[in-house]
Structures are given as C-alpha cells and as structure tokens.
C-alpha cells in the first residue's frame, strides 16, 4: 500500500486548504532514504520515505532544521510534517527548484557557513541524539571537547565497528591521545549542519546556497569545514570565503585527518567495502605525526 494518500491528508492538515494527490515522482541521490517528488493540486512538496521505525531520524532532522533555520545564517529546506502511514515513516519538505553551486554561490555559501558557526552555545552536543545518515549520533552536552570527541564520536563509531567484526590496529592508542592531537585548540561549541559534504549542498536559481540532510550539534567549526574536504564537491571559492570571514586556527591539517576519520568509520558501519582500509591508514597516518 503507498502512503500517498495519507501523507497528502497530512499535509492538508498541517498547511491548511484542500489539496489532493496528483502524482508522485522518485528522485535519485540518496543512499538512505528513498526520495520522491509529490505533486498536489496546491503545489510540489519533497518526501523522504524510510521504514516506519526510522520516524525518530526523521523527527529529529525536523529539529535540526529548524534550528539552523532559527540562527538565520543559511538557507534550509522548510519541513512540512512528519510522521508514519502504511508502515512507511516520512518527512515532507518544501519543494526547491536546485541545481549545482557556482563559485558565487560558493563564496555566498563561505560567508553563511562562517556566519552559522559564529552561534554558539555554553557547552558541546545538543538538545537531542540524532543521526548521520541511519548511524544513531550522540549529542549528549559535555564541557570539554576532547572528551566530547573521545567518547561520543571517535569511541562511539569505533564501538559500533567492533559489533560488525571491525576492529583497527592502535585505535585505543589514538583515542588515549586525543590529548595530544588538540593540545591548545580551544573551540567554541559552534552550531554545525555536522554532515557537509558535496551532496548536502546546492543553489536556488538566483544562487543563494541550500544546506540539507543535517546531523546537527554544536562542536568545533572545524569539524564542518573538514568534511567539506574529505568527499569534495566544493569550488575552491568556498573554502576561500569562510577563511576570509574566520580565519582558522594553526594546526588545522591534522585536526582535519582527525576530524574527518569520525566520517570515515561511520562509512565503515554504513557500507564497509574500502572505508575500512581508509580507516586503518587515517589512524596510522595521525599517530606517524602526532
């Protein structure tokens, strides 16, 4: 049985007025979730569709919305409604017309992503656990970040690997020195979308940069702009413009390494394949120089 009817029914009672169904349209790209293009008689709306006993990642990506849409920094898709009909969890989306960032979109996108990591809170984490992609992602508030970092992400992927039988070599030696690694960085608890990679990213037709698909906490800013380093997908004139709004911090080429090997093992957990070599060289590489 397709949802459809039921999530249109929801989306009248959300929005209001007396829209029916008028077709539906699969929509490539994602690995997680299946997404579609739902057209009413009222308008289109974007529909992530997942198993029913995923409606918590999808009610918590509506918080993380509208969290980052409440810093009023850069634009994010509007949520509709959320919920489950006929054994189907779902979350329905603005519709947006993207395509592909330019350099100038880029550089808009450089500023806004500099602008979003200047809101702050009082500590690391968030108000909620949430997901990177279908990986379940602590946020549990802590005042210190290397222990934040040790336990809730290095640890807890690290952890999660060990249960699929994948087990690296020196892994406690590198979480024992974590210490070590972020010696004198002191970061701000930064609000992050904490899953920025290429495909997490477009622009509306007049340009202005849309960030999606967030795995929202506050953290180090750097975590942000490590991974748009680690998948690419970013113009050179991204990472250009957030320098010049916020320059960072020396030391920022290890960091990354460090930073970008939490989403390195979350593929592990997700796809394994060859994360799990590139797991294993991370680690070598970051106890060779720390």
């Given amino acids: 049985m397709e949802p459809w009817n039921a999530i249109?029914?929801?989306?009248?009672?959300?929005?209001?007025?007396?829209?029916?169904?008028?077709?539906?349209?699969?929509?490539?790209?994602?690995?997680?979730?299946?997404?579609?293009?739902?057209?009413?008689?009222?308008?289109?709306?974007?529909?992530?569709?997942?198993?029913?006993?995923?409606?918590?990642?999808?009610?918590?990506?509506?918080?993380?919305?509208?969290?980052?849409?409440?810093?009023?920094?850069?634009?994010?898709?509007?949520?509709?409604?959320?919920?489950?009909?006929?054994?189907?969890a779902f979350l329905v989306l603005e519709y947006l017309e993207l395509q592909s960032g330019d350099a100038a979109s880029a550089t808009r996108l450089g500023h806004a992503l500099a602008a979003l990591h200047a809101t702050t809170a009082d500590a690391f984490g968030w108000e909620h656990d949430n997901t990177l992609g279908s990986t379940p992602q602590l946020n549990g508030w802590h005042g210190d970040w290397v222990t934040f970092w040790r336990e809730q992400r290095l640890g807890h992927q690290l952890t999660l690997a060990a249960r699929l039988g994948h087990r690296f070599r020196d892994s406690e030696r590198l979480l024992a020195r974590l210490d070590t690694f972020l010696a004198g960085h002191e970061p701000a608890p930064s609000l992050l979308h904490g899953d920025l990679w290429g495909g997490n990213w477009a622009a509306l037709p007049d340009g202005t940069p849309v960030i999606f698909d967030p795995a929202v906490y506050h953290g180090d800013r750097e975590t942000d702009l490590a991974m748009t380093e680690l998948f690419g997908g970013f113009d050179p004139a991204f990472l250009a413009a957030y320098r010049e709004a916020a320059p960072l911090d020396d030391g920022y080429p290890m960091r990354r390494e460090l930073y970008n090997l939490y989403h390195v093992l979350n593929h592990v957990n997700l796809f394994g394949g060859g994360y799990v070599g590139q797991a294993q060289r991370s680690i070598d590489r970051l106890l060779a120089a720390g």
């Fill in 8 to 88: 249109v029914e929801t989306i009248r009672s959300t929005e209001g007025g007396n829209a029916s169904l008028c077709g539906s349209t699969p929509v490539g790209g994602g690995c997680i979730n299946a997404t579609w293009a739902l057209k009413t008689s009222t308008g289109r709306y974007f529909v992530k569709l997942n198993d029913a006993d995923q409606e918590a990642m999808f009610a918590t990506e509506v918080l993380g919305l509208a969290t980052l849409a409440a810093a009023d920094a850069v634009r994010v898709p509007r949520p509709i409604c959320q919920g489950t009909a006929a054994g189907r």
